[in-house]
C-alpha cells in the first residue's frame, strides 16, 4: 500500500466544498493496521501500557451496555502503538494541508469500536464543544481499521454543513440515541439540501473534516464487522487557551498565567517550519 503523502488541489477544493474528504485507502501501513487492531481489546479490559489513564474512558465491560459503541478519548497518552499514529508528522501535514494551517497539533484521539449490534452516535459539530479554546475550530482526520460497509455503521457526514451555524452541542443525545441525524436537521438552515455521506472505505482509509461539519454513525447492524476506528483531532499550531471559558477535562492541563498549550499534553505534529515536538521521536515507528 502506498501512503499518502499530500493532496492534489482537486481534493482541497473537493474539501473546501463539502466539509470532509474521504480518502479511500492509503492513510496507514499494512503493518500499523495489525499492530493498531491488537491494541483496542487491552485499551478496554483497562491494561494500559504507560500506566497512564486515558482522559476518557467512555465504555468499561460489565459497567455499560454492551449495545454502546466503545469510546476512549487521548488513548495515546495510555499506549505507544496508538500515540505513533495519531501524533504522526504525516497527519499533521495532511491536516495542515486541508486547513490551511502553518502547522496543526493534537487536541485529542478518539479510540473507537463498534461491534455487531451497536447503537448510532449522535450527529454533532467538533468545534462546537471548544470554546475554551481560541480559535474554537479543529480539523478531524478519521482513519477505519477495516474495510466499511455502509451497514455496519461507519461516519456520516452531511454535505456542506460545515456553511451551517455553530450550534451548541447536546450532550445528551451523543450517545445511542434513537434518531441520530436529529440534530443535525434541527440545525439546518431553512431550504438546505440535506445529504447524508456514509465513509465507505477500505482499512486504512478514512476521511478528514472540517470542524463545523455535521457527522455521525448510524447503528452497525452488520453480523460480523466489528468495527475500529481512530480519530486525531488537530488543532491550528498557534491555539490558546481562552481566558475565561473552560472544559471539565482538558482545562486541567492549563498552567496558572498561562493560556499557551503545553506541548506535554499539546504536542505540534508538523509546522512549516519543520519544527515537531522533540519528544515525539521516542515513539516507535509502525510504518
Given at each position: 500500500?502506498t501512503?499518502?503523502e499530500?493532496?492534489?488541489h482537486r481534493?482541497?477544493e ?10 479511500e485507502e492509503?492513510l ?8 493498531l487492531?491488537?491494541?483496542y481489546e ?9 500506566g497512564?489513564?486515558p482522559?476518557?474512558v467512555n ?6 451496555p454492551?449495545d454502546r459503541t466503545?469510546?476512549i478519548c487521548n488513548?495515546w497518552?495510555?499506549d505507544s502503538?496508538?500515540a ?9 501535514r495532511?491536516g495542515?494541508?486541508?486547513?490551511g494551517?502553518?502547522?496543526?497539533r ?12 451497536t447503537?448510532?452516535?449522535?450527529f454533532h459539530?467538533?468545534?462546537s464543544?471548544a470554546?475554551y479554546?481560541?480559535?474554537a475550530e479543529?480539523?478531524t482526520?478519521w482513519?477505519s481499521l ?7 455503521g461507519?461516519?456520516?457526514?452531511v ?5 451551517w451555524?455553530r450550534t451548541p ?7 445511542a ?9 434541527n440545525?439546518?438552515p ?8 456514509p465513509?465507505v472505505?477500505k482499512?486504512g482509509g478514512g476521511?478528514?473534516h472540517?470542524g463545523?461539519?455535521w457527522?455521525?454513525?448510524s447503528?452497525n ?10 480519530v ?7 491555539v490558546?487557551f ?8 482538558y482545562s ?6 498561562d493560556?499557551s498549550l503545553?506541548?506535554s ?5 508538523w509546522d512549516?517550519s519543520g519544527?515537531?515536538t522533540p519528544w ?8
Amino acid at each position: 500500500m502506498t501512503l499518502i503523502e499530500s493532496f492534489t488541489h482537486r481534493q482541497i477544493e473537493d474539501f473546501n466544498r463539502d466539509g470532509f474528504l474521504i480518502v479511500e485507502e492509503g492513510l496507514v501501513s499494512e503493518r500499523a493496521l495489525e499492530l493498531l487492531r491488537g491494541r483496542y481489546e487491552g485499551l478496554f479490559d483497562g491494561r494500559y501500557e504507560t500506566g497512564i489513564k486515558p482522559d476518557e474512558v467512555n465504555w468499561v465491560p460489565g459497567r455499560d451496555p454492551e449495545d454502546r459503541t466503545r469510546q476512549i478519548c487521548n488513548g495515546w497518552r495510555a499506549d505507544s502503538v496508538i500515540a505513533a499514529q495519531v501524533l504522526n508528522a504525516r497527519t499533521g501535514r495532511l491536516g495542515a494541508q486541508l486547513g490551511g494551517y502553518r502547522g496543526t497539533r493534537i487536541l485529542q484521539d478518539n479510540v473507537l469500536w463498534k461491534p455487531p449490534g451497536t447503537k448510532a452516535i449522535g450527529f454533532h459539530q467538533d468545534s462546537s464543544y471548544a470554546d475554551y479554546l481560541v480559535p474554537a475550530e479543529m480539523l478531524t482526520c478519521w482513519i477505519s481499521l477495516h474495510d466499511t460497509t455502509a451497514g455496519a455503521g461507519p461516519l456520516e457526514f452531511v454535505r456542506g454543513s460545515h456553511q451551517w451555524p455553530r450550534t451548541p452541542p447536546e450532550r445528551s443525545q451523543f450517545h445511542a440515541p434513537e434518531d441520530w441525524l436529529a440534530p443535525a436537521r434541527n440545525a439546518a438552515p431553512e431550504g438546505a439540501e440535506f445529504e447524508v455521506v456514509p465513509v465507505v472505505v477500505k482499512a486504512g482509509g478514512g476521511s478528514f473534516h472540517h470542524g463545523l461539519t455535521w457527522h455521525g454513525s448510524s447503528p452497525n447492524t452488520s453480523a460480523s464487522v466489528a468495527r475500529m476506528a481512530l480519530v486525531t483531532h488537530m488543532l491550528p499550531v498557534e491555539v490558546r487557551f481562552h481566558e475565561h471559558n473552560v472544559d471539565l477535562i482538558y482545562s486541567r492541563y492549563k498552567r496558572f498565567g498561562d493560556l499557551s498549550l503545553d506541548e506535554s499534553f499539546f504536542p505540534v505534529l508538523w509546522d512549516e517550519s519543520g519544527y515537531r515536538t522533540p519528544w515525539l521521536a521516542g515513539l516507535p515507528d509502525i510504518d
